[in-house]
């Protein structure tokens, strides 16, 4: 008895914990907001993040590409597996943020500027940016599309901690970027991973948010 009165107060708070719509759009702008301001400061410290965010920033670094319209044709194909496994408010709330970190990308240069940018200092706070918005997008069923959505659906259906999938898939990129980056921003991405990584895996636990979408 005690079990299932247990079990009754926690869906009747997921229930009262539902996501208002204005709650979702907050979340989406803000952590759009998050992500956009990291990968300024990443661009321009010259590091690499994971994720289809880090494969368009490296088409940026050795094509000169913008990295906005880069980052929303990466994603593209990505749309499909959410519209179909995760559904299509999923997909759509995705879409959005990768939209808004798109534009927000073409307009940062005009909204701040840094003078000075020490590359440590990039690597973990713009990291912990990253992190931070990527996690409030997911606690409100969105992602940044691309790998974001394959480890959402992982950590939904296989138990497959989203951080750690997540964390695999940036280090077989950041490989990649030996033929773009000098060593020590290869050393520093590699840590600014672990960090992103680490917010989301710490924090985007299977029940310890009851907050939903």
Not at 86 to 94: C, E, I, M, N, Q
Not at 107 to 122: Q, R
Not at 188 to 206: F, R, T, Y
């Amino acid at each position: 008895m005690a079990e299932l009165a247990r079990e009754s107060v926690v869906q009747e708070r997921v229930v009262q914990e539902r996501h208002r719509l204005y709650e979702d759009v907050l979340a989406l702008v803000a952590g759009s907001l998050f992500v956009s301001l990291g990968v300024a400061m990443y661009a321009k410290a010259l590091l690499l993040v994971g994720g289809t965010a880090g494969l368009a920033l490296l088409a940026h670094y050795s094509t000169g590409l913008s990295f906005g319209p880069v980052f929303s044709l990466i994603n593209l194909p990505f749309y499909l597996l959410a519209l179909r496994r995760l559904g299509w408010r999923f997909a759509l709330r995705s879409f959005i943020a990768v939209s808004l970190v798109s534009l927000l990308s073409r307009v940062m240069p005009s909204l701040i500027a840094f003078a000075h940018l020490d590359p440590l200092y990039a690597t973990v706070v713009g990291g912990a940016l990253i992190g931070t918005g990527m996690l409030m997008l997911f606690r409100h069923r969105a992602s940044l599309g691309g790998v974001n959505i394959l480890a959402v659906y992982l950590q939904d259906n296989y138990a497959i901690r989203a951080g750690y999938f997540q964390l695999a898939v940036d280090l077989a990129i950041l490989a990649a970027s030996f033929f773009v980056l000098a060593p020590q921003n290869i050393v520093l991405s590699v840590v600014g991973a672990a960090v992103v990584n680490l917010v989301i895996a710490i924090n985007h636990k299977p029940g310890r948010y009851l907050g939903v979408s």
